[in-house]
């Protein structure tokens, strides 16, 4: 009886093997992670849109309402450096803009992830990609 063996290809090195070990472990990592900047973030929207943001249009688009009730400055406040308040339960919402919460924008599925939520609730479908560059970019531009 034969046991199946991989003597087809060459054995590999013992350095080869850590570095494919390596390079699964990156991946594995970095695809539970998404661990990001926000400037990332900010380029692969802008990427996806095929047009450069526009800080005051992000400005606009989250301050004022979209023919639903909220609008996103009604939770997250019309400052992005400052606290919000959320409008059904009331808790508080840390600032948005990275540069006033380092932890803003830093993974990449928590930011989708709320987009998604967020928009729906304010514009009644998911932005587009056009619409989150805005948006960063403006809270980009925001300092303490
Ligand atoms: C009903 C309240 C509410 C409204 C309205 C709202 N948000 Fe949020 N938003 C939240 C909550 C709650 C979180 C998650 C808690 C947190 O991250 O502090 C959040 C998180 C986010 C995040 C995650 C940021 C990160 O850390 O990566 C983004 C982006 C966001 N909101 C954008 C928006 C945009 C854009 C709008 C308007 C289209 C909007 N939100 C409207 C409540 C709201």
Redesign the pocket.
């Known amino acids: 009886m034969q046991t199946p063996t991989f003597t087809s290809t060459a054995p590999r090195s013992f350095a080869s093997r850590l570095t494919l070990a390596a390079a699964v472990l990156v991946s594995l990592c970095t695809a539970s992670v998404q661990a990001a900047t926000p400037s990332e973030l900010l380029q692969g929207y802008t990427a996806q849109a095929g047009v450069a943001a526009v800080a005051a249009r992000g400005q606009q688009f989250?301050t004022t309402t979209h023919g639903k009730e909220?609008?996103?400055s009604?939770?997250?406040g019309a400052v992005p450096t400052a606290a919000g308040k959320?409008?059904?339960t009331g808790k508080s919402?840390?600032a948005?803009a990275p540069a006033a919460n380092a932890?803003?924008?830093t993974?990449a599925a928590?930011?989708e992830k709320?987009?998604r939520r967020?928009?729906n609730?304010?514009?009644g479908r998911e932005?587009t990609a056009a619409e989150k560059a805005d948006?960063l970019s403006w809270l980009l531009t925001q300092k303490p």
Do not use: G, M, P, Y
Request: glycine share 0%; proline share 0%.
């Open positions: 989250f909220w609008s996103c009604t939770c997250h959320h409008a059904a919402i840390t948005l932890e803003r924008f993974d928590k930011t709320w987009f967020n928009c609730d304010v514009v932005c948006v």
